[in-house]
């Protein structure tokens, strides 16, 4: 039943992931990523740009789109949680230095791989392409669609806020269907305009491996 394949990899190099993961999974990662791409379903491969960590794979991980049908999307490091105190690689600068490498890289038209908030690039020759989701420097907010339910049924309707509706307390409360879809569109509702993710009026306390 699975119509797409959404994964996540950081670095080429089993050591890295052993940094950024505290596991040592590396092989099994490479593997499920070859049996995705062998299935046929469109594959999309998430990558956070960390300073210090993996800033010297970028080109080397973005390349695999250009020999692989995947889309291959860098995500700006948000400032939640433990990111909080790691430093941005923005989306601009990272396009700037994938220009440099590959200067033939233009946006795709008329596809947006899920209607989610990445801008796509690719090039002649290339087999997939490149994504950037620029979360704090992009600030896409006013064409967000995209909402969180934890695993303890608190529907946020944005990342960086702890406002939200908690449907789990509903659901036991013998909610019925109505009241349940009344307050999950009273939360998407209430999205906020934008993110200040710059002057700390939004925090956001939970660490995303809590939020999902």
């Not at 039943?1 to 996540?8: P, T």
């Not at 999974?25 to 062998?38: I, K, N, R």
């Not at 899920?114 to 690039?121: C, L, S, T």
């Given at each position: ?181 009344q307050a999950i569109r009273e939360t ?13 009026s939004m925090p956001a306390t939970r660490g995303m491996y809590r939020i999902?």
């Amino acid at each position: 039943g699975l119509v797409s394949v959404n994964g996540m990899l950081d670095t080429l190099c089993p050591e890295v992931f052993r940094q950024i993961t505290a596991l040592d999974d590396f092989a099994a990662v490479q593997a499920g990523l070859q049996a995705a791409l062998e299935s046929g379903l469109p594959v999309k491969l998430n990558c956070v740009p960390q300073a210090g960590v993996n800033e010297g794979e970028l080109e080397q991980l973005a390349a695999l789109a250009k020999d692989n049908a995947m889309q291959v999307r860098f995500i700006e490091m948000m400032p939640i949680g433990y990111g909080a105190a790691m430093p941005c690689i923005s989306g601009p600068e990272l396009r700037a230095r994938f220009a440099n490498c590959w200067p033939e890289l233009h946006p795709v038209e008329g596809t947006t791989f899920g209607n989610g908030p990445a801008v796509y690039y690719t090039g002649p020759g290339w087999k997939g392409s490149i994504g950037f989701i620029a979360a704090v420097h992009g600030k896409f907010c006013a064409s967000c669609n995209r909402v969180r339910l934890t695993s303890q049924g608190f529907l946020r309707p944005c990342l960086a806020s702890e406002t939200g509706c908690d449907l789990r307390t509903l659901l036991r409360g013998g909610a019925a269907d109505e009241e349940l879809l009344q307050a999950i569109r009273e939360t998407i509702w209430s999205k906020p305009r934008e993110h200040h993710f710059g002057d700390n009026s939004m925090p956001a306390t939970r660490g995303m491996y809590r939020i999902g």
